[in-house]
């Protein structure tokens, strides 16, 4: 951690690129391995995970990079399949999220 | 009301409608099967775990409505599996009910402690782990629902032992958990699959288990009857359309008869109602009806376009698409279309050599099938004698085939046959096996005993693995290896010793009559039908070829 320059952080800081989907999910343990285990059964790419609670704790909610090809719509339609997915959308408009994430933790 | 999450899961299982469950007890689920004892619930002690995984599904399947199943914790639940992962292929709605070990000692490693929430997750509709009693008051009629709701599926509630044993002070009880309303379809839809069903010139109807699941096989005929469009049928498909209806051609797929792949490879609309375009079906899905548009209709909409593309895909119940679209068709005569079809079926026949000889393969389905009458109920294993069966049985209602299509699974046909006997005690229920097939869950022969069930296995008995020797034979250079059985158990005595009455065809001098014999008295029996190892399931799709490339007896012969 010696390098902590403002302009090194942003050089390391490479957010992942790819379709962002936003998906509300009932919060209870299990739900990320329904979530990551649809990814890795059906060999569909999983470039990020962002996760939290939502509200009153009752919901998650959880952003995900996908890789943005023709399969996409398949995992949305899978996703949406999942019991405790209650919603599921693409959300460009939450990409920054990650590059933020990406300048803490990367 | 004072009581334990014990009696209160036994108590809404009843509210379900259930009546019979298959299981096997053990530690960790000894509280639910003391509440069970005082229940009008039947046990029926399966002698494997899998046993009553598949023993569930036979009722499901032979009913259309949820079964349940129960297993402990650990090995109970492992065991469990792929009769779990078996109905998700084939879509088929079943609650298994397992044990676990108390809360505190989740992730101890304790004894007979599985992660079953975890195992579970890729091979169910959907999984609880309960955490407490009062869950279970949401979560059991929840499961229900979901596992009858849209595309059916199996659903896992694990139960820790101290949540069975809790008390728990119940005010009201829940409603029984009922299937979600189905999705409306969109008029829209309708309206363009008339017009694509009205402007096609070669139409081609080809159906699958979601056609059965929606009890629309009625619908499906007046369809077909009303506009002439001949009908192909997946493996889990049969019997939604009776197999003699003029306009039926039989299975399609790897094991088709070559005039129906040749129909579906000459139609230029393919109307595909409740099947999910499975490779054994479609062969080389880039050649699957080349010339087609493809209407297809389906009530899980992860299905669309998720191997082929259809022109038209449509979420929904096939029933209620149906309903819809039937008043909006015309009863078109497309004559050189049903020519070309017929002058195919002419050419291109199944053949089936030796009906007459219940010696040979098609001769024990032909001669079961003309013994048994309509009304039993067909259950299979895995392997040639299944693909003979599905070519060759006559069927003639909707869950009258019971087989194991997506997962394939060895050992499903005796204990599928013994759930669909308890479901229907007054059918016969015959269960096609093989020799490879029947050791796998040979040990339900007790369970058949002990219940004294309707169910006659007629077993193709070959001596071989049959449909692995005949990939080695075909595709591996006739390299055999591991296909043959070197040792032959004696199947008859072994089911004698299971109490069960036995029928040798290779030890009589008249086979039919001892077949007519075994089939004509109640009870469970065993027919052992010695065929010769060399018999093939002809025609064939080579794994991975087109569906117009098949081989038949004739270029292969021995």
Redo the contacts between chains.
Sequence with gaps: MQNNAPEALEANAAAPSGAVLRLVVQNH??VM??VC?LFA?RAFNLEAILCLPSGDGRRSVILLVANEDQRL??VI??L?????VVEVRRAPEAGHAFAAAARIVC | MQTTGADLLIRLLERQGIDTIAGIPGGASLPLYDALRSSRIRHVLARHEQGAGFIAQGMARATGRAAVCFGTSGPGATNLLTAIADAKLDSIPIVAITGQVPCAMIGTDAFQEIDTYGLTVPITKHNYLVRSADELLEIIPDAFRIAQSGRPGPVVVDVPKDVQQAAIDVATLPEPGTPDPRPAIAPADVAAAAEMIAAAERPLLLIGAGVIAAGASERLRELAEKDLIPVASTLLGLGALPSHHPLFLGMVGMHAARSTNLALEECDLLIALGIRFDDRATGKVAAFCPGAKIIHVDIDASELGKIKQPALGIEGDVGDWLDIVLPRLGARRREPWLRRVDELRTEHPLATPGRDDPLQPYGAVHQTAALAGDGAIVTSDVGQHQMWAAQAFPFSSPRQWLTSGGLGTMGFGLPAAIGAALAYPERKVICFTGDGSLLMNLQELATAAEENVDVAVVLLNNGHLGLVRQQQQLFYGERYHASRFHAAPDFAAIARGFGIEAYDLGRTADPRASLERALSRRGPCLINIPIPAAENVYPMVPPGAANRDMIDGGTHAE
Aim: avoid cysteine; glycine fraction near 14%; hydrophobic fraction near 15%.
């Design positions: 343990p299990g391995s329904h285990g059964r719509e398949q339609r899978q949406a399949k999942l019991e405790d």
